[in-house]
């Protein structure tokens, strides 16, 4: 039998291996994984802050671990109709980058992730909206003057002088000048990116960088837009009219100095066969009145009566000089 000492010492080892018991199945231990970090809590307050992965250990039910991301986070905003500096509406949609750098910090302000992007919202929303309406509109949309480089020019080639085609394309060409921007679209949310840090910096957050993610105009300045660009293909199309009507004028000139040419030639040409016919038939009529003078004045008077008496309107007596051939005197 057990004396009172040996009850007491095997009660006090079995209370010890329940409390084991207990104290294992209660969980001391957390698991750490990889991209984890946590802040382990005690009645509230915060008593570790763990950001290496592993084994860790806890006090069970007095001890609370939560866990929050290492890795970068993504926060995407909503569209926003903005006003910019000379008050054209434009959409403006957004991306973030951000982490928890300050997991205690972030505890304590915020404390779950839907209310970090809460936060955020706010945040950056505003951000976006001051920097946007402080700024004109082509600092928005463009990074570079690059554009002030281009020339847009049609496709001529189908030109079949190269003189032309080079004519045509510098009527043609669109050299749109745009004003110089001094900022453009990344210094914009570069500036975003500062003023937002003034705030998320006391919540334990890192904001990496804003993103410009796409930007809309509103329908009245879209409909601006189109209006410039039917602008534009008038002016085009109206330089190749234009090209169009000094080439008509250009041909009809040139067909004209052909065809004065070209009659100017025959006329001569024509000329020169009717002296030389008219050379033949004055050699054949002083052949015939030599051979004959007679009949040459027969044939004389006939040919003259043949081209007067049908057309005659007078009464001529037939003693006269014109009709003795006819009537044989």
Do not use: H
């Not at 231990?29 to 008593?47: D, M």
């Not at 009145?289 to 007067?308: A, C, G, H, M, V």
């Amino acid at each position: 039998m057990m004396n009172r000492s040996q009850k007491r010492l095997l009660t006090t080892g079995l209370v010890i291996v329940v409390l084991l018991v207990i104290f294992i199945i209660l969980g001391p231990f957390y698991i750490l994984v990889e991209g984890q970090q946590a802040v382990v809590t005690r009645f509230g307050k915060i008593i570790d802050v763990q950001d290496q992965s592993g084994l860790k250990l806890k006090m069970p039910l007095i001890d609370n671990v939560v866990y929050y991301p290492k890795k970068v986070l993504s926060w995407d905003g909503a569209a926003q109709r903005i006003p910019t500096k000379e008050n054209q509406f434009i959409w403006v949609d957004t991306t973030a980058r951000w982490l928890i750098s300050d997991p205690a910090r972030y505890y304590e302000t915020v404390n779950t992730i839907d209310n970090g992007i809460a936060r955020l919202n706010d945040i950056l929303d505003s951000s976006v909206r001051t920097i946007i309406s402080e700024n004109y509109l082509n600092e928005a949309v463009r990074t570079t003057n690059q554009i002030n480089e281009i020339t847009v020019e049609e496709d001529v080639q189908s030109l079949d002088s190269a003189e032309d085609a080079e004519q045509l394309r510098n009527l043609t060409a669109i050299r749109t000048k745009q004003e110089n921007i001094r900022i453009g679209r990344e210094q914009l949310s570069a500036k975003m990116n500062i003023q937002a840090e003034q705030f998320t910096d006391g919540f334990g957050i890192k904001l990496i960088d804003i993103i410009i993610r796409q930007i809309r105009y509103s329908d009245d300045l879209t409909e601006s837009v189109y209006q410039r660009m039917i602008k534009e293909r008038n002016q085009i199309a109206e330089a190749y009219r234009s090209y169009g009507r000094g080439q008509l004028a250009q041909w009809e000139g040139k067909t004209e100095s052909e065809q004065r040419v070209i009659l100017s030639t025959a006329y001569a040409e024509s000329e020169a066969i009717k002296g030389i016919a008219d050379a033949q038939a004055a050699t054949i009529y002083s052949d015939a009145y030599e051979e004959n003078p007679e009949f040459f004045n027969l044939w004389r008077t006939l040919e003259s009566y043949r081209k007067t008496v049908p057309d005659l309107d007078k009464v001529l007596s037939t003693d006269m000089e014109y009709f003795d051939q006819l009537y044989g005197k």
